[in-house]
């Protein structure tokens, strides 16, 4: 057996004890709790427990996931077994919530040791994003160690603010482009604080999305999905109303509103992929409030950018997410209120500005921005149309 015991820490307070499987890269068994409201939502079961198979599953995510492009050639060139030996050399730190594991044999400390306030190297996220690394032996104390998602992706520093970094996939790298686009519809309808902003970034001749860290001090990101797994939806309520209650037991204010402006925004830029763990809300990690919902991020999967052709109108449906079975956007639409916001105004000149951007994407071919150009006009059309009719 070659375990190892671990406190799970939340910045300075230890959560609880555990016992870690270094071979197999498990948790064998909580040993002791601690300070347990300061636990990551996701490792209680449904009555309030933390479990032990809660606690691993956490951990498991908190790893570079094995299916994004280019890990398994990483996994051979630093010649470990699992992504898991990387958050484990990085005492599982993360730029989303201040958790992270001490060993107990060698303790640490917080202020020494966590990347917002302590400065990192690019080695690791230059060979997570896929690019050549600028050495041969690579520094890997980094925040990259624990970045999720499928897209390549890295943490750096510019100009002191820890900005994350965004691949697109395919030939046409378009996901980039959207994340810019989405910002832009963001400014016009939306205020500051309700969306992360992002920009074109280049990097060795390659173009990247890049946006800033959307915590401020002694902030974590939790995900919904995190937040609605462990309370019963009753069977009177469709998944909208559900997710709308379970924000307000949090204490947060203007749900519905918040709701209405992320969706809308998503519906006009066609987004296919706004699942429960791409939204989310912000706590206090030392008072444990919840103060917000979390800014919008994470659109790049939007404007049809996973479908080959658009020569049909059948190349423009998609399944809304995430509510429901198999939605229409239209029918989630359906969902939603409160659009005071909302000035139809505001998008005059938006289109032509979205095309204008994928127009400097030299892989993206004419004719399929001349239908994306249609695509969006379309969308535009049915949302400024459904929603007079529901105010």
């Known amino acids: 057996m070659n375990n190892m015991k671990y406190t799970l ?36 079961d449904i009555k309030g427990k933390a479990t032990r198979a809660n606690l691993d599953a956490w951990w498991q995510r908190r790893a570079i996931p094995a299916s994004r492009a280019q890990i398994q050639q990483l996994m051979r060139e630093l010649n470990i077994d ?14 989303s919530d201040r958790y992270w594991i001490n060993d107990a044999n060698n303790p640490q400390q917080w202020d020494d040791i966590n990347f917002f306030d302590n400065d990192f ?3 690791l996220g230059f060979l997570t994003l896929g690019q050549d690394s600028s050495t041969d032996n690579p520094n890997l104390m980094s925040p990259n160690s624990t970045v999720g998602g499928d897209l390549s992706k890295k ?44 920009a074109l970034h280049q990097e060795s ?4 999305c890049a946006c800033p860290n959307m915590l401020n001090d002694d902030e974590e990101l939790i995900p919904a999905l995190h937040i609605i797994q462990n309370r019963r939806k009753s069977n009177s309520q469709n998944d ?74 059948r190349d423009f449906e998609y399944v809304a997410k995430p509510f429901g079975r198999g939605l229409t956007p239209e029918r989630q639409m359906q969902l ?18 979205a095309i ?13 921005i001349e239908k994306i150009e249609g695509g969006i006009n379309r969308q535009i059309d049915k949302a400024v149309r459904y929603i007079k009719e529901r105010k």
């Open 9 to 44: 820490m939340n910045k300075n307070r230890a959560v609880l004890d555990f016992l870690y499987d270094m071979e197999t890269h498990r948790v064998v068994k909580i040993l002791e709790t601690h300070a347990l409201p300061y636990a990551p939502p996701d490792i209680f």
């Open 82 to 95: 699992s992504t898991l030996a990387l958050a484990e050399k990085n005492f599982g730190l993360s730029l």
């Open 121 to 123: 190297t690019d080695d």
């Open 155 to 198: 943490w750096t520093i510019i100009d002191g603010v820890r900005m994350l970094v965004k691949s697109g996939t395919g030939f046409t790298n378009q996901e980039v482009y959207n994340e810019v686009i989405a910002t832009m519809l963001h400014h016009r309808l939306l205020n500051a604080d309700d969306f992360v902003p992002y």
């Open 205 to 208: 001749r390659r173009t990247f």
């Open 240 to 313: 909208y109303q559900f997710l709308v209650e379970c924000f307000e037991h949090l204490g947060l204010e203007d749900v519905e509103t918040f709701l209405s402006k992320m969706f809308v925004c998503d519906f006009i830029l066609g987004n296919f992929d706004r699942h429960y763990q791409n939204f989310g809300v912000i706590r206090n990690v030392e008072t444990l409030k919840y103060t917000r919902i979390a800014p919008i991020f994470d659109t790049g999967n939007s404007l049809w950018c996973n479908v080959e052709s658009l020569d049909t109108a």
């Open 336 to 353: 939603l209120s409160h659009f005071k916001w909302f000035c139809p105004e505001k998008l005059e000149g938006f289109t032509d500005e």
């Open 356 to 368: 204008t951007l994928l127009r400097r994407n030299p892989n993206m071919p004419p004719a399929r």
